[in-house]
């Protein structure tokens, strides 16, 4: 019994030491991102990094030092208001970015093509946001205020980091010019898109739902020709009412085709739907 608890404990221990390098290694990726091509090419894609870009741009106030006079009230701010949920990860995290671009603020520019500065910019810090997310923190700024704005106004989560970035995004527009501000855009877009990439991965799988007249015998096919298990869920007719025995299975990519031949000797009128599994654990797949 003691060895057991030790084994959780060791477990729990290498489990939160993980995750602070998750935050530290993240934050420093987009500290990198940042001072190698996004500040260089004057794209403030949203968040208080790009409050920062403006700022220098305007004043030429140090970009990690304007950071940090936002991300430590924030912080604090997001604490007080929306209570200590967020805890020492995350302040770990907003401490450690503005630190990492002060560190790495004399780094060359990686690039002065400001399309190849957004795209690129974008993906090293959708890659970096990410980590830190996969450490279960975040790097602060403007997410605390977004979400503190959610608490007051009854606005989505989503709405208001929106009108926030998209704020930030207009003054880069105004600041410097309409170009950097569409710049902006697409850094803004192609972050969303690589955070969710790096939380979810490339989907590897389909998740195939069939409706059949022959359930037994689709199932059967499945197994013998493609090794894969099948779940069977009772289905009702919207319009006829009828119940029906709806067979659900994962299979990767390169099985699909062969699933799809399987269906179309057992059942060519069988109703198929097909949809992206990003992440599946379990026997056959990834393990938990």
């Known amino acids: 019994m003691r060895k057991n608890n030790k084994n959780k404990l060791l477990l729990s221990t290498n489990h939160n030491i993980s995750e602070y390098i998750y935050v530290l290694l993240g934050a420093f990726i ?3 991102a940042f001072n190698g091509f996004l500040f260089p090419n004057q794209i403030a894609s949203g968040g208080v990094s790009g409050i920062s ?3 220098y741009g305007l004043f030429g106030w140090n970009a990690g030092l304007v950071q940090y006079a936002f991300n430590i009230p924030l912080f604090i701010a997001g604490v007080l208001t929306l209570g200590k949920k967020f805890g020492i990860k995350s302040l770990v995290g907003t401490l450690a970015l503005p630190l990492f671009v002060i560190l790495t603020e004399d780094l060359a520019p990686l690039t002065s093509n400001p399309l190849l500065g ?3 910019g974008g993906i090293v810090v959708g890659l970096g946001i990410g980590i830190v997310f996969k450490g279960n923190a975040s790097t602060g700024g403007t997410d605390l205020l ?3 704005i959610t608490k007051y106004t009854g606005l989505s989560l989503g709405t208001s980091v929106l009108l926030i970035d998209g704020f930030v995004v207009l003054s880069a527009a105004i600041v410097f010019d309409v170009e950097k501000g569409l710049y902006a855009l697409i850094a803004l877009f192609v972050t969303t898109k690589t955070i969710d990439i790096v939380q979810l991965g ?3 799988s389909k998740m195939v739902y069939i409706i059949t007249e022959k359930p037994e015998e689709m199932r059967q096919a499945i197994y013998s020709e493609i090794n894969r298990g099948v779940t069977k869920m009772p289905a009702f007719g919207g319009y006829t009412g009828e119940q029906r ?3 659900m299975v994962v299979v990767y990519q390169t099985e699909f085709t062969k699933l799809k031949q399987v269906i179309k000797i057992v059942d060519p009128a069988a109703f198929v739907i097909v949809s992206d599994a990003y992440e ?3 026997e ?3 393990r938990v």
């Open 30 to 32: 987009v500290a990198l």
């Open 202 to 204: 490339f989907s590897q």
């Open 280 to 282: 599946v654990l379990g």
């Open 146 to 148: 977004a979400q503190i």
């Open 245 to 247: 025995i709806m067979l």
């Open 53 to 55: 870009t403006i700022l």
């Open 118 to 120: 957004s795209l690129f």
């Open 284 to 286: 056959g797949f990834k």
